[in-house]
């Protein structure tokens, strides 16, 4: 069986999906036809239901369980790996207080960014989407007075120049108790359940053999990755791929309950399906 599959050119992506699309482990029968693109973008794919597996942000996960499963394997959730949000303005980032004239850039409507900033600084209405790589250089520039960023992003800032006004990760972690949720990797609900448990286990076995053979994907990560220091790249690896890549398990699968449930409590997301793994 031939599936679409979408996932995004980011380290942490190209490294837990390489052995499955080369072809490095057993797929049970299945091929996939990739698409890669910014998460944002997968994120309207879903939305438009163009793609039968996706990378997905959790927030945007909140409007699509209808649509979509989310697979047990294949997910960045951890502790210390939140969004940032930073400003080109060190006073301000010593003594930030967020009012109507705030002018944010976001890396995407339906980010967990823009969903970790909405519950940590509700004050903060002026919000306009920025490709995440370019949100850097626009609080740079003095085009927003502050930015948030995500991905290898939270490496460079302070070399650039950006100062922190908060880890929007350790906001959520600290006022849960559970490691955030950022993105996670779906199926589409209309595929036999066989088939979706099957993705489930080919993608566990994909992230397996990534921590076993970590030098097997380089080239792989490196071809999607030419602008970016090699030590950059690697960080991303350790910062975003973990023990829950490979499996949520019972800490992982409470964090994305807790995280569509407070979603929900607040009116941030639709109530939707409480169902939301695949079924093993």
């Not at 072809?23 to 163009?50: H, K, Y």
């Not at 969004?83 to 080109?88: E, I, K, N, Q």
């Not at 080919?202 to 030590?231: C, K, T």
């Not at 409590?265 to 079924?279: K, L, M, N, Y």
Request: with cysteine; glycine share 10%.
């Amino acid at each position: 069986m031939l599936l679409t599959l979408g996932f995004s050119p980011c380290p942490n992506d190209t490294f837990i999906f390489d052995a499955l699309v080369h072809g490095r482990i057993d797929t049970e029968g299945l091929r996939f036809a990739v698409r890669l693109a910014d998460v944002e973008e997968l994120n309207r794919l879903a939305f438009a239901g163009e793609l039968d597996c996706t990378k997905l942000s959790y927030h945007a996960l909140g409007y699509l369980t209808e649509s979509y499963a989310l697979l047990n394997a294949g997910s960045a959730l951890g502790r210390g790996v939140g969004p940032l949000l930073v400003t080109a303005d060190a006073a301000l980032a010593q003594n930030f207080v967020p009012d109507a004239s705030t002018k944010t850039a976001i890396p995407g409507k339906y980010t967990t960014a823009n969903y970790l900033l909405g519950l940590a600084y509700p004050n903060l209405q002026q919000k306009e989407e920025v490709l995440f790589s370019d949100i850097e250089g626009k609080v740079l520039a003095g085009e927003f007075s502050t930015g948030v960023l995500i991905h290898e992003n939270r490496f460079t800032y302070q070399e650039r120049g950006l100062h922190k006004i908060a880890d929007l990760g350790e906001y959520w972690e600290g006022s849960t108790g559970h490691p955030i949720p950022l993105g996670g990797i779906v199926v589409r609900r209309t595929l036999p359940p066989e088939v979706q448990a099957t993705v489930d286990r080919v993608l566990a076995r994909s992230v397996r053999y990534a921590f076993d053979h970590p030098a097997a994907s380089e080239d792989y990560v490196a071809a999607h990755a030419q602008e970016m220091d090699p030590g950059v790249r690697r960080q991303h690896i350790s910062l975003y791929v973990n023990d829950y890549s490979e499996d949520l398990g019972v800490a992982g699968r409470a964090a994305v309950t807790a995280f569509l449930a407070q979603g929900k409590e607040r009116g941030v997301i639709p109530a939707g399906r409480a169902d939301v793994f695949v079924t093993r």
